[in-house]
């Protein structure tokens, strides 16, 4: 009798089983579906021409004269966009803005602040004034000379003003909206989850996402759009990586690939091998592992560091 329940339960149960079976494979061939369409269409299809002057005459990049920033600033001027250059070094501005001017025919701007310090924002403000802005990056950006414990950061108190304004003060001063317009932050991997030996950094940059991705909650309505970029590795004089790899490219190789992505993603890594590193690290890969690896790697970086420094 016992038997004859068991099995009378389980015919019970088969056609739900069954239901229950068949909905979840459509589910996930439906989801896998769906992200090859969108991948093809953010990393093959692009964005076409979105990032024109039609969005306005002017194109914005602060930290231009070096890497990622520089590379923003080519990129935008060769698409006609005329350029505002801001960094520190006026003699570096003046080279960039003059190779932009013959390269690509159009007018530049340059404006030399310290963004270290917080009593720049108003000479900014008035070299922006009365221009038809159409595209702002944020790119200026510090990181730490080495990995280190946070307590061990020489100058610390220094240390912290610095960081906090060069990485964050400037994302929240910089901003310059119209009835339309582009803004990109640049963010960093190092921001999508915690960096031992580089925390204050690691700390800014999940800064600069979590603002960038409640902006664009506030003003996506208003026709603007305001992007979270995530690179990982990038071959540029911040990282000390000289020799690129499929994984860590050229800043010209990497700015091409994102501006693919403006007005696809709200948040992006970039660029394809990016994407799939912040997919293996922020999805399949459990926080406590990626934490663990990430110390491993920065504590062979600083002891590398201090015996190269205790031979000189």
């Not at 890497?67 to 923003?72: E, L, N």
């Not at 100058?155 to 964050?168: G, H, K, Y």
């Not at 459990?286 to 031979?311: E, S, W």
């Amino acid at each position: 009798m016992e038997l004859f329940n068991v099995v009378e339960m389980l015919q019970l149960a088969e056609k739900p089983l069954y239901w229950v079976g068949a909905l979840t494979t459509v589910s996930l061939v439906l989801w896998l579906v769906y992200h090859i369409l969108s991948g093809f269409r953010i990393w093959v299809l692009g964005n076409g021409d979105l990032l024109s002057p039609k969005l306005g005459k002017w194109a914005v990049v602060t930290g231009a004269t070096d890497g990622i920033g520089k590379s923003y600033a080519e990129e935008l001027a060769q698409r006609g966009f005329s350029m505002i250059l801001i960094s520190r070094s006026q003699e570096k501005l003046n080279d960039v803005a003059q190779s932009l001017e013959s390269l690509y025919n159009v007018a530049t701007k340059t404006v030399a602040v310290d963004f270290s310090q917080v009593d720049i924002y108003p000479k900014i403000e008035a070299a922006l004034a009365g221009l038809e802005i159409g595209v702002l990056v944020n790119n200026v950006g510090i990181s730490y000379p080495y990995p280190e414990f946070f307590l061990h950061i020489p100058d610390l108190d220094n240390f912290i003003n610095t960081m906090i304004n060069v990485n964050i003060t400037s994302v929240c001063q910089t901003l310059c909206f119209r009835a339309k317009g582009v803004v990109l932050n640049i963010s960093s991997a190092s921001g999508m989850y915690p960096v031992p030996l580089l925390t204050v950094y690691s700390a800014t940059k999940a800064f600069v996402d979590f603002f960038s991705r409640g902006l664009q909650a506030e003003y996506k309505s208003k026709g603007i759009i305001i992007q979270s970029v995530l690179p990982f590795f990038v071959a540029t004089k911040m990282t000390k990586i000289r020799n690129p790899t499929l994984d860590k490219p050229t800043p010209e190789r990497y700015v091409a690939a994102e501006l693919t992505t403006v007005g696809l993603q709200e948040q992006t890594n970039g660029y394809f091998p990016h994407a799939v590193m912040g997919w293996v690290t922020t999805v399949l890969a459990p926080r406590c592992v990626v934490t663990f690896f990430a110390l491993r790697m920065n504590k062979a970086q600083r002891g590398g560091y201090l015996r190269r420094r205790k031979l000189r």
